[in-house]
């Protein structure tokens, strides 16, 4: 080996294993190819081997390996302990046996100066397994047989060599076929390579089962893959576990620590409880506090739970775009649902927007959040979703009138005094006055009724079905089983997609155009330069219904005039447009650019009316425009962290070997300097990457990062599984179960006899498999089988009275049994 050291270890290694290098009695190093037609006679290839040479490699590897003497390995030196170690491992898997690591000696310095390993079958099995008197399940297979086979090198301090003391080749156990060494524990293992590929299938949602079948066809066969699938889970876990090395809540932690070094405007909070443990937590990064300084009037508010392990509730904070897309605020995990919690969310989230509060805010109707709400945000218009209103009138009133006209008072706009008119008819008209699930909704009215809510901007949204909606998506990254480590890094995958599809929807508005379709070409030109393509499409509606308002007059007050519509076929319903030509301002009584913030239809009746070729810009509002992002608001330009930038670099590289090596697959010459470049190349890359100090052993962390994960940075502890109310799964209170013939809860004392009911249920499938086959015989009949037919039909027929003479006989035995049980 010399000054080469790993260089020709390695290349030894892999002539070796190729079927192309050996050693000569007197230990010189020999290369020959096994694909090459050795130089002899045809005949006597024939004869001794009988056939081409190509279809014995399992004779020329045992050649190989017994041409290795003792006085060959005796004389290699090695640069390092791992290089020893690789020699002996491919020795034993040629040879048809496995190792595992001995006794050791290090010095002070952490250098090993001495190193063992031997073969898997040494030692004996410890006496008491064999005696074991409580075996619950059959006891392992003994594999251990005593064997002396072993390997030893030694550190030379003069040569800074390791050279080696012992080998003993003698086995005194048969050694593994071909077929059965792939499954010695020596001989399997995980890359890091290999672990960066599964890795990175696993955070897009593949399973560990998905990714082996997914090496096996990449290798060409589960032989060739030189691992297990339970390899693979326990390289998956091990790696799971140094991640959360200091506990799961560090990990977290230090995760959103590590965003905030790359990200200045990265803000996290967290809370601790009594016994030191995680108890909330908050994060927004400098994409949502952006958004919510551009977008942040509207703010829904919901929970979703079944998110991670600890069954922490999950608190979404989301808004909604100038795109018409969902946009996440911020997020939070709680360890309960009560005000102070929900206050704290909120206090949080205002420190983090550094003190701008929503104009608008929108919750499910929680009694707790809405409490928080009125703390916390007193000024804020706070709505209830009408979807989840509606379900709770349906299974607290069992009027379906009720409901059907309850929804058109929630949605309608209606004047304040005509809604009252309307809920008192309903209510006396269904007879549910004296309900006090009815009269509670009625205190709240200012919550829900669009009578009460009209004026007040909340963006087009009635119901949290958009945050409805982006739990659905987040359950596709987050599940139940998940650490809050794993967790913080799945959420922080699908934000990423989310704001993936919203520079998709930016591409478009940017940079490309719609067709106009209006009979109004100016108008809609106008609206396509302004408005977002979502946000034009929904007021290209409004224009088209500018032609059917018909006009009522108008009346001209100094510099204002007001035009009065009405609807074609319904003048029962007037709105009132007001046009101030000096500010060029329109204001229409629907009210609906002050909820909506679109012009409506009114107003472009008007726009035409005055020959207006552009929406005038106090009929615009910028939250819905393409330049909303006229300037980044400090926002600093996003950098990767150290973890997602090697990542990235390696599916990079990835994808750019993938077409050279398909195209060198199909030639042999191709193949062969590719696979030599890729050897070459990676000893001196692992080279570099040891010197460099991102690692060493691959199965064993480097003692370094096991001394920096030792220290704690926030001294958490990790928190406890909560008990939420929205968590039905694990609720205390479990639903009683009703039987199934009368719909009373079960008890001891109550239950019905299962036979009977069940011996009803037959005799009602015979029936029906009677007279399906009657009919099936009538059609054959009328097709001209009618001597066919007339014999299955006596045969069922006898089967029929055979069956339902057993089911009376069954069911007078059961009765006399119940009759004895009673007495």
């Given at each position: 080996m010399g000054q080469d050291g790993v260089l020709k270890t390695h290349d030894m290694v892999q002539e070796i294993e190729k079927g192309k290098m050996g050693m000569d009695g007197c230990g010189r190093l020999m290369s020959f190819d096994l694909n090459q037609e050795p130089e002899c006679d045809r005949d006597t290839c024939s004869e001794e081997s009988g056939g081409s040479i190509g279809g014995h490699e399992d004779e020329e590897a045992d050649e190989l390996v017994g041409a290795i003497g003792v006085d060959d390995v005796m004389k290699l030196t090695f640069d390092t302990e791992e290089e020893a170690g690789e020699f002996y491992n491919l020795y034993a898997k040629l040879s048809g046996f496995g190792i595992r690591k001995s006794n050791a000696k290090r010095d002070e310095d952490g250098i090993s100066r001495f190193r063992k390993w031997v073969c898997c079958c040494e030692g004996y099995r410890n006496e008491k397994w064999f005696n074991y008197e409580d075996?619950?399940?059959?006891?392992?297979?003994?594999?251990?047989?005593?064997?002396?086979?072993?390997?030893?090198?030694?550190?030379?301090?003069?040569?800074?060599?390791?050279?080696?003391?012992?080998?003993?080749?003698?086995?005194?156990?048969?050694?593994?076929?071909?077929?059965?060494?792939?499954?010695?524990?020596?001989?399997?293992?995980?890359?890091?390579?290999?672990?960066?590929?599964?890795?990175?299938?696993k955070l897009v949602g593949a399973r560990i089962c998905q990714i082996m079948k997914h090496f096996v066809i990449k290798a060409g066969g589960y032989s060739n893959v030189g691992f297990c699938i339970k390899d693979l889970y326990n390289r998956m876990d091990e790696e799971r576990r140094k991640d959360i090395f200091n506990g799961d809540a560090e990990g977290a932690l230090g995760f959103l620590a590590a965003k905030k070094d790359a990200d200045d405007m990265f803000f996290y909070k967290y809370h601790v409880d009594n016994e030191g443990r995680l108890a909330r937590l908050f994060w927004s990064d400098s994409k949502s506090r952006v958004d919510f300084s551009v977008f942040g009037d509207v703010l829904v508010f919901d929970t979703t739970y079944k998110t991670n392990k600890y069954r922490k509730p999950l608190v979404v904070l989301a808004g909604v775009n100038n795109h018409l897309n969902s946009t996440i605020f911020g997020c939070a995990l709680l360890s309960d649902e009560r005000i102070e919690t929900y206050e704290w969310v909120l206090s949080t989230f205002v420190e983090a927007m550094k003190g701008r509060k929503p104009v608008a805010v929108m919750t499910d109707g929680d009694s707790a959040m809405r409490r928080a709400i009125k703390n916390l945000l007193p000024d804020a218009c706070h709505r209830l979703c009408s979807w989840h209103l509606h379900r709770n009138a349906r299974s607290n009133i069992r009027c379906e009138e009720f409901n059907n006209r309850l929804y058109d008072l929630m949605a309608r706009k209606f004047s304040t005094l005509e809604f009252e008119d309307r809920w008192a008819r309903l209510v006396n008209e269904c007879g549910v006055v004296e309900n006090e699930w009815v009269k509670k909704l009625y205190r709240r009215r200012r919550l829900w009724a669009e009578a009460y809510l009209r004026g007040n901007f909340f963006a087009g949204m009635r119901s949290t079905q958009r945050c409805e909606k982006m739990n659905a998506f987040l359950n596709e990254y987050l599940n139940e089983k998940m650490r809050l480590y794993e967790f913080v890094r799945s959420f922080d995958l699908a934000i990423a997609w989310l704001r993936h599809t919203e520079s998709k929807a930016v591409h478009t508005s940017e940079n490309t155009k719609p067709v106009l379709t209006t009979i109004l070409p100016e108008l809609e030109a106008s609206a396509a330069e302004v408005f977002t393509r979502n946000v034009f499409f929904m007021v290209r509606k409004h224009l088209n219904r500018q032609g059917l308002l018909i006009s009522e007059g108008w009346s001209e007050d100094g510099g204002s005039r007001t035009y009065y519509y009405s609807k074609y076929g319904g003048h029962e319903i007037s709105w009132r447009v007001v046009y101030d030509r000096s500010m060029e301002k329109l204001i229409c009584s629907c009210m609906k650019f002050e909820s909506k913030g679109i012009p409506c239809a009114h107003m472009f009746r008007v726009m035409v009316v005055e020959g207006m070729n552009r929406i005038p810009e106090a009929c615009i509002s910028k939250r819905w425009t393409k330049g909303v992002y006229s300037t980044n608001n400090g926002m600093k330009a996003f950098v990767a962290d150290e973890q997602l930038t090697q990542m990235a670099r390696y599916g990079t590289l990835k994808s750019s070997c993938n077409s050279m090596c398909y195209y060198a697959s199909y030639m042999d010459d191709a193949f062969n300097d590719l696979q030599q470049m890729f050897d070459k190349h990676s000893v001196d890359l692992k080279e570099k990457w040891i010197e460099r100090g991102y690692g060493g052993d691959g199965f064993a962390m480097d003692s370094r990062v096991m001394n920096d994960r030792s220290r704690r940075t926030f001294g958490l502890l990790d928190p406890r599984v909560s008990r939420c109310k929205g968590d039905q799964k694990h609720s205390e209170t479990k639903k009683k179960r009703k039987c199934g013939h009368c719909r009373q809860a079960t008890t001891n004392e109550h239950a019905h006899t299962k036979r009977i009911r069940t011996t009803q249920q037959f005799m009602m499938i015979i029936w029906k498999i009677v007279w399906m086959n009657r009919w099936k015989n009538h059609l054959k009949l009328v097709r001209g089988g009618a001597t066919q037919a007339n014999g299955e039909d006596k045969h069922l027929h006898h089967k029929h009275a055979v069956a339902v003479e057993g089911t009376q006989v069954t069911n007078k035995e059961v009765q006399e049994k119940d009759e004895a049980q009673l007495l």
């Open positions: 075996r619950k399940r059959e006891a392992k297979a003994i594999t251990r047989t005593g064997c002396g086979a072993c390997f030893r090198v030694k550190y030379d301090t003069e040569s800074v060599k390791y050279v080696v003391t012992r080998f003993i080749m003698e086995h005194n156990h048969p050694l593994a076929s071909e077929a059965s060494v792939q499954h010695l524990r020596s001989h399997r293992k995980v890359s890091d390579a290999e672990y960066a590929q599964a890795k990175s299938l």
